[in-house]
DNA sequence: GATGAATGAGCATTCATTCAT
DNA sequence: CATGAATGAATGCTCATTCAT
């Protein structure tokens, strides 16, 4: 990659992280190119150089967070602790993604309805392997003798549909810290696992 | 109210199942007038003539239902069983309403954002009593010593959260009977009360 | 007449007059067939029995008032009082009647802009003999030595334009009455004509 | 100001312009934001780049000429000549601006009914203006001795008025010259002031 | 005669997208 | 590369008009 295509890249990025801004605070379908283009100071027509047109930005805009989310999930599946303490960190993560990427869950309700072709795909593969993770996880406590859930794909939907909501109420301002929120639905969730 | 009067209602409320109906298929957001007209084999414009604007219409939509499932769930608070079994039957009602009227918990996000003046009091006002309603049942509950929650306003948005997610994949060709998942849900999500 | 038709007869009048009095209120633009039904509890699709559509009620409308103060000018020109007089009379009646249906005068600017066909000519035939019969007195004058004016036209131009201005800010709750109004008009407006 | 801020302020202008010049010919009520559009050869989704909306376009437009009349007038109040002359000025300035831009005046009548907010304060601010700078030269004109007039607000009226109605009758193809019309105005209603 | 109901044409406005410079 | 400018399709809404009952 020769200097032009790393500042291209970069700038891309940039497009990407301040398109996720926008879209957390206004939502994704109230968020126009006018709005991605002000908060970089840009204006709409330029962001065309970059994506063929919205919906390629806000498939790359979450096609992005949820691969950096996939990654953190993965690492946890290989370290060496319990299935619990798995199954914690991973709740964890998923709620912390769903705070700082408010409307990044949202489009897992119908992607087909967002994006076309073979975008669709792409986030439906990705999806499915982040419930697949979870899936797993679960599968590895029961064999662990840790978790004895039996629906166990109704308990992941349970678990991560709660864990979504929370997009919905938490505030910084809020009674609560954010770490302490993750502490207690980490507890509870792994409540319906044991 | 005389005949007139009860055909105008009655039309009324076609228009808002018709609506409710568009708007469970492509969301509130993505709904035109047209397609709710369309729906019905009006023209937009006649829509006109029983609801003020589109905001109005979508107002008495959700206030529609909400107030139908406000009533069940209240006769459930005052049923002679235990905590657990109002939990229960609770949490069936409301898996079955977000199933049925899959858009309408996801005003509860952000009201103020779709209605304007009164309206966003009206329905936050129910929205308000909806958790109230679910928050006196755990308070029940743990006052018996069915339950043992601690943290019981967040256990509240689990359930609720939890449930609400069920929109998103639920359909009636699954693998489960939309009784098989509500009784699955509903045992699952009483553990973390307990 | 038989009854029926003087009761058509009567219904037809007191439309116009409803209508008239939401014209001046709202202006003719602005009215609307709801606004002139509501005046009249009525519900717009009565309207259409008395009138084929919007314009003909709105020429009869209008045709009615330039019919009545036609009367009334053509009588003031028969009175056997100075020429000066008549002026003044005729003067303080247009102030009249442009104080009280306010936006009259208004389509004698562009007549046919708002009537079509045979309605037009209707119109401007009345607002024709409306400055004929202005014409008139100013000859008498100038025959009789009372006036010494020139350009003639131009002179009954003035005259009217400033009354006709008057709809524009006379308010009842003014500093002056409309009497007093009347009085200083016709004087001043007197001194053109001298 | 820079070369593209300059095509900018240029393209605006043209659209006042042309604004203007729809609006004489149609009425401001009459006026669409497609007419404006046709008339530039744009299509009207064009117009929202240069203003933010319809109301926004009619204040600029009506704006841009009573500023110009406002500077005119204030010019003739400075010359060195006799209050007869200056108001016989003014009186042509106004004659000529209600024939050139036949509807301006017409926004006089209510302008709350057509802007909201600070755009009305700020027209009604311009029309009080006018009328002041008016109501000053007749003051002057009492105190040189030249007029003798009593109801001096309401000669200003009347001068006004009939001058503004001028644009219901005024045509190039008339039987006199604009000149000749503005002349014989300009002495008349000076009779009114003696 | 009167009304409730429905219609359709028209209008202001928004916004993704395109393109010449 | 970036931008200013323009476009056109879509959308909410209004209102004169029609018509069955």
């Known amino acids: 990659m020769n200097l032009r295509e790393r500042k291209t890249a970069k700038k891309k990025e940039d497009i990407l992280r301040s398109a996720s801004l926008v879209i957390s605070r206004k939502g994704f379908r109230q968020t126009t190119m006018e709005d991605i283009a002000a908060e970089l100071l840009m204006t709409k027509g330029s962001l065309y150089y970059y994506f063929k047109n919205k919906e390629e930005l806000l498939f790359y805009c979450h096609e992005h967070i949820l691969t950096t989310v996939l990654d953190k999930l993965r690492k946890i599946k290989q370290q060496d602790i319990t299935s619990s303490e798995k199954m914690k960190?991973?709740?964890k993560i998923h709620l912390d993604t769903a705070i700082r990427e408010?409307?990044?869950f949202n489009?897992?309700?119908?992607?087909?309805?967002?994006f076309s072709g073979d975008h669709v795909e792409v986030i439906v593969q990705k999806l499915d392997e982040y419930a697949?993770?979870?899936?797993?996880?679960?599968l590895q406590g029961i064999q662990k003798g840790e978790f004895?859930?039996?629906q166990k794909k109704m308990a992941r939907m349970i678990i991560l549909g709660a864990?979504?909501?929370i997009q919905v109420w938490?505030?910084?301002?809020?009674e609560f810290s954010k770490e302490e929120i993750e502490q207690v639905y980490a507890d509870y969730l792994l409540k319906i696992l044991k």
Do not use: C, H, T
């Open 89 to 91: 960190a991973a709740i």
């Open 102 to 104: 408010r409307e990044i």
């Open 107 to 114: 489009l897992a309700i119908k992607p087909e309805q967002i």
């Open 132 to 138: 697949e993770l979870f899936d797993q996880l679960i």
């Open 148 to 150: 004895s859930v039996v």
């Open 163 to 165: 864990a979504n909501w």
């Open 170 to 174: 938490y505030s910084p301002e809020g």
